[in-house]
């Protein structure tokens, strides 16, 4: 289970770190998590360099009430140790979690938290650093409750459906929605990791949707996530931002809805009663527990119910 604090996550931002301008840019953005990458968003040649730039970022934009976090590289590669390292003796106290690509086992999650440990410990910093990971290969599916319980620091899973479709050899087709398979070719993989990151108190947030010009099937993708318990998508374009936040608030009717059916089923049991019916619909203690997930997100986002409810 995790001990992290909650956060908003109903839209995460993808930011090259090496780019200062698109960081400025997203500084300024409404946006519940903005990630700073060092991973696929930055060249090779760039990625020692943007380090530095991701520092420097932290310590001089103000992001506001956006999530900071770092995307580090995929630690197969010798840049991973050196991104911890530099990004937190950098930037620690400016910095909210650490996004850890393609993790494939437990282990992997406490060799950061280790990491994370050590420098927390040399610095004096006073706030722990989360980590959130991508499950994005087909052997972390295989894994996903081990890796799910595997440090008290895990905020988020995250499901990357990119990286996803090529472990498993998916048909590269479907990242564009145009392979013929029937359904969602990545439902079993996107609900098994909703089962385990719920399993642990973890938020459960989906993967990027390439075609960013067509925010209609970006919303369409967002509300089906929302369905199966995601409390966000990520957004790698601005336009994504606000569909992405919307689309994983809920309405207000849905709030009112659900502040009224707390109310009733607190009076009716001072009464003795177990079911109840409010506006033609049962309500019992099963009904409480569904509706408490929109009560969550509504303080979480600041949404309150109406007068009167
Ligand atoms: N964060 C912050 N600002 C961004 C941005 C992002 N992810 N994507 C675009 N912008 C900015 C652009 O710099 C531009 O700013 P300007 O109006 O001041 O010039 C504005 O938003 C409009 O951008 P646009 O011209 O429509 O797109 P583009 O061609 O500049 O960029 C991408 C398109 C896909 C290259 C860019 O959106 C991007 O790099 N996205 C993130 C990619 C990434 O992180 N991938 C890894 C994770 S999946
Ligand atoms: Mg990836």
Redesign the pocket.
């Known amino acids: 289970m995790t001990s992290q604090p909650k956060r908003l996550r109903r839209c995460q931002?993808?930011?090259?770190g090496s780019s200062e301008?698109?960081m400025a840019?997203?500084a300024a953005l409404e946006v519940d998590h903005v990630f700073l990458?060092l991973e696929?968003?930055v060249a090779p040649s760039a990625k020692v360099g943007a380090r530095g730039q991701i520092v420097e970022a932290l310590n001089s934009l103000d992001f506001g009430r956006s999530v900071r976090c770092v995307r580090i590289n995929d630690l197969d590669t010798h840049y991973a140790y050196d991104d911890i390292i530099a990004v937190v003796e950098g930037a620690g106290a400016n910095l909210d979690t650490i996004l850890v690509p393609k993790v494939r086992s437990a282990c992997d999650v406490r060799f950061v938290d280790r990491l994370l440990t050590q420098i927390e410990g040399k610095l004096g910093l006073k706030r722990r650093i989360g980590i959130e990971v991508l499950i994005e290969e087909a052997e972390a599916i295989m894994r996903v409750e081990e890796i799910a319980g595997a440090s008290g620091r895990l905020e988020a899973l995250i499901f990357g459906m990119g990286d996803y479709s090529a472990s498993q050899g998916i048909d590269p087709r479907a990242i564009a929605g145009d392979c013929g398979y029937p359904g969602d070719i990545w439902h079993y993989a996107r609900y098994k990791m909703i089962v385990a990151a719920r399993s642990f108190g973890l938020d459960a947030v989906d993967g990027?949707f390439v075609n960013?010009r067509d925010g209609d099937w970006f919303r369409t993708e967002c509300v089906r996530a929302r369905q199966l318990g995601a409390v966000g998508k990520?957004a790698?374009?601005?336009s994504q931002v606000a569909i992405a936040q919307e689309a994983f608030s809920p309405s207000q009717a849905e709030v009112d809805r659900a502040y009224k059916a707390v109310a009733a089923y607190a009076e009716a049991q001072k009464q003795g009663l177990g079911a109840i019916q409010v506006d033609g619909q049962m309500v019992d203690v099963a009904t409480v527990r569904l509706v408490q997930r929109v009560i969550d997100q509504a303080e979480l986002a600041g949404i309150k119910p109406s007068a009167g409810v």
């Open positions: 931002l993808a930011v090259p301008k698109m840019k997203a990458d696929d968003a990027p960013f990520w790698i374009h601005p």
